[in-house]
């Protein structure tokens, strides 16, 4: 068997989930079928015997602008080349909007199965309209064309598989399956070092609230400043956070820390994106990892984080809660939103005292936040390995080819 894997991030270009879902989704597939990554970028390195082949494709030049739509037009064009390209596969399988499209062209062109496997939703993250301007309408247009198309769709959790059926009414149940994400738990695992954690100013010796992710409102960044003030201040706040999706949501950021760092301090802001081992270490010094989000169909940083026997405090939203055993790999915050589809929070100071209170409680009883971080662990090592998603996703390719 073929497979033609279609993903805008590939190492080293991975900067979210869902690029971290096709590099070790591929690598699986890998060790059983023949398996072709098509992914945006400079070219990438040939693999060896039994890793997947790995070809790079680049926009049309004639489509770079400073538009906010240009980054749209620029992701269609890769589309376009990765319908070509996918010429001899048995099977296409695109991940996000940004290769949905090519997926679904690659369907009809070379009469192939379509699988897509969706890591968020373009009408669950309205405010991406600020950072995409009219591209909203059209990353709106290829996932709906690409899902509604696709011989199978995958969700990550039994809740995102809720909201693309909401989402997109004419989507055939039938056609959806539910595959978690994983985690390599040999890889991410405890890391007793100190080195990265003293290149960036962590003291190791004092408890540490933590944070990964992007500045984008997805990620709850601004809920969970709202929240610092209240956190025992005797513990550090570490925010691995950059990258935010427009200069107005980075303004908002700015204002906040610079709040948070005058009423409580031991704030550490790391903006830079980090090798995965020093996030690695980080992550296993962390006395509480929290996630504020308020949209995250899975959150596998939430699985990187418990992996690493970090206690999480989260957000009840989307797949967190099928992730994050409450009360035994971690707490989790009840939280309830506008029905305007912005995912704002109801009660936006009641979320930040209920987020800092939580987190509070886990500071003050370091024993159960050990206990915790070590049952996320074997959780993590139990439920949720890649080679049985790879192996879910391979009975899948088997039943659409008959």
């Known amino acids: ?32 079928v023949e398996v072709t990554v098509h992914c945006w970028g400079a070219e990438r390195p040939a693999g060896g015997p039994g890793e997947p082949v790995v070809v790079a494709h680049r926009p049309c030049e004639a489509l770079a602008g400073d538009r906010p739509y240009d980054a749209a037009l620029q992701a269609f064009s890769i589309d376009l080349a990765m319908a070509g390209a996918a010429a001899g596969a048995d099977v296409v399988h695109s991940h996000t909007w940004y290769a949905n499209l090519g997926g679904h062209l690659a369907k009809l062109v070379h009469e192939v199965p379509h ?25 709106s247009f290829a996932e709906r064309t690409a899902l509604e198309g696709a011989d199978a769709i995958v969700a990550v959790s039994r809740a995102h598989l809720r909201e693309i059926l909401a989402c997109y009414p004419a989507i055939d149940e039938a056609r959806t399956s539910v595959i978690y994400n994983g985690i390599d738990t040999d890889e991410y695992r405890p890391d007793g070092g100190i080195d ?4 960036h100013g962590i003291d190791p010796a004092l408890p540490a609230v933590v944070f990964v992710g992007r500045i984008t409102r997805q990620k709850g960044l601004a809920h ?70 308020i949209y995250e169909p899975m959150g596998i940083v939430n699985l990187e984080a418990m992996a690493c026997e970090a206690a999480v405090v989260a957000t009840a939203v989307g797949g967190i809660p099928e992730v994050v055993e409450d009360g035994v790999s971690g707490v989790l915050v009840p939280y ?14 009641g979320l930040a ?17 050990e206990a915790m971080g070590k049952a996320g662990r074997a959780r993590a090592v139990e439920r949720f390995g890649w080679d049985a998603a790879a192996a879910e996703t391979l009975r899948l390719y088997e039943r659409l080819l008959g």
């Open 1 to 32: 068997m073929k497979v033609a894997l279609l993903t805008r991030e590939y190492p080293p270009d991975v900067y979210g989930g869902a690029g971290v879902h096709a590099e070790y989704m591929a690598r699986a597939l890998a060790r059983h």
């Open 115 to 139: 699988v897509a496997t969706v890591h968020s939703l373009e009408p669950m993250r309205p405010w991406k309209r600020e950072q995409l301007g009219g591209g909203y309408a059209l990353s």
């Open 196 to 199: 990265a954690l003293e290149r």
């Open 224 to 293: 969970l400043l709202d929240a610092a003030p209240a956190i025992d201040p005797a513990a550090q706040l570490v925010l691995c956070a950059g990258a935010p999706d427009t200069p107005e949501i980075a303004a908002e950021i700015e204002e906040k820390m610079e709040r948070v760092r005058a009423e409580r301090g031991n704030v550490v802001w790391i903006e830079e994106m980090l090798p995965k081992a020093e996030v690695k270490q980080i992550l296993s010094h962390a006395t509480v990892f929290v996630c504020p989000s």
């Open 336 to 349: 309830e939103a506008v029905p305007d589809g912005t995912g704002t929070p109801v009660d936006p100071a």
């Open 353 to 369: 005292a209920d987020f800092a209170a939580r987190v509070n409680e886990l500071l003050a009883d370091p024993a159960r936040a």
